[in-house]
């Protein structure tokens, strides 16, 4: 029987004794090398959500032969030509994205690189608070967002908001109204977030007291 995986043989051929023709035998190197192995990888763009994105790779091997070996994969930011990190990417931003296989059985190792966006989540805020203060002539407001509401921030992500505004005037009063408008996001995650262009708050309410005057 003819061999069928990749390495090298001596293969020997007989033929029997026929007629005027005595028997007679050689033999002769023979080498299958290994098939390369097809590996391919989709590029495709996600949203964090503070999980390894959903990179997926397929390996394609001859004679409709199955793969079930391991896919290994790594990453670096795309443009750049550090070193490739283990794993799959988990935060926003755009990655060159490997997926290996190594050799195994008849076939050769491979690996081909894809492309891969992370978009930051988007963010609505909600529950900013302010502070009321005593007649001072000004329209200067002191923001309290240890309460704020961060709708669409993943579970255990450090994530603040900062806001800037002013009462619309400074004349004393209770539930004066007070315009946010600035907001910006901070802390350790705030780089796989985006505040959203809609559905923000944009305002809030608090007293100016009157001044008590010593005559």
Same mark, same amino acid.
């Given at each position: 029987?003819?061999?069928?995986?990749?390495?090298?043989?001596e293969?020997?051929?007989?033929?029997?004794?026929?007629?005027?023709?005595?028997?007679a035998?050689?033999?002769? #190197?023979?080498?299958?090398?290994?098939?390369?192995?097809?590996?391919?990888?989709?590029?495709?763009?996600? !949203?964090?959500?503070?999980?390894?994105?959903?990179?997926?790779?397929?390996?394609?091997?001859v004679?409709?032969?199955?793969y079930?070996?391991?896919?290994?994969? #790594?990453?670096?930011?795309?443009?750049?030509?550090?070193?490739?990190?283990?794993? +799959?990417?988990?935060?926003?931003?755009?990655?060159?994205?490997?997926?290996?296989?190594?050799?195994?059985?008849?076939?050769?190792?491979?690996?081909?690189?894809?492309?891969?966006? +992370?978009?930051?989540?988007?963010?609505?805020? #909600?529950?900013?608070?302010?502070?009321?203060? !005593?007649?001072?002539?000004?329209?200067?407001?002191?923001?309290?967002? !240890?309460?704020?509401?961060?709708?669409?921030?993943?579970?255990?992500?450090?994530?603040?908001? #900062?806001?800037?505004?002013?009462? !619309?005037?400074?004349?004393?009063?209770?539930?004066?109204?007070?315009? +946010?408008?600035?907001?910006?996001?901070?802390?350790?995650?705030?780089?796989?977030?985006?505040?959203?262009?809609?559905?923000?708050?944009?305002?809030?309410?608090?007293?100016?007291?009157?001044?008590?005057?010593?005559?």
């Amino acid at each position: 029987e003819a061999p069928v995986h990749a390495g090298t043989y001596e293969v020997k051929v007989s033929v029997p004794q026929n007629g005027d023709y005595e028997a007679a035998e050689a033999t002769k #190197s023979y080498t299958i090398s290994k098939a390369d192995a097809v590996v391919a990888i989709t590029s495709v763009t996600s !949203t964090y959500n503070g999980k390894p994105a959903a990179v997926s790779a397929t390996v394609t091997l001859v004679n409709n032969e199955t793969y079930t070996g391991a896919i290994e994969y #790594s990453y670096r930011l795309a443009g750049s030509d550090a070193e490739y990190t283990p794993g +799959i990417p988990v935060n926003a931003g755009s990655y060159e994205t490997k997926a290996t296989v190594q050799d195994f059985g008849d076939y050769n190792g491979a690996s081909v690189t894809g492309t891969w966006t +992370i978009n930051p989540q988007e963010i609505k805020v #909600s529950g900013i608070t302010a502070s009321s203060k !005593t007649y001072d002539g000004d329209t200067a407001v002191t923001f309290d967002t !240890t309460k704020a509401v961060l709708a669409g921030m993943v579970a255990g992500d450090e994530l603040t908001v #900062s806001a800037e505004g002013a009462f !619309t005037d400074s004349n004393a009063g209770t539930g004066k109204n007070i315009s +946010i408008t600035s907001l910006s996001l901070g802390g350790a995650a705030a780089s796989n977030y985006v505040l959203a262009t809609e559905g923000q708050q944009s305002g809030t309410t608090a007293d100016i007291d009157p001044k008590e005057v010593i005559l």
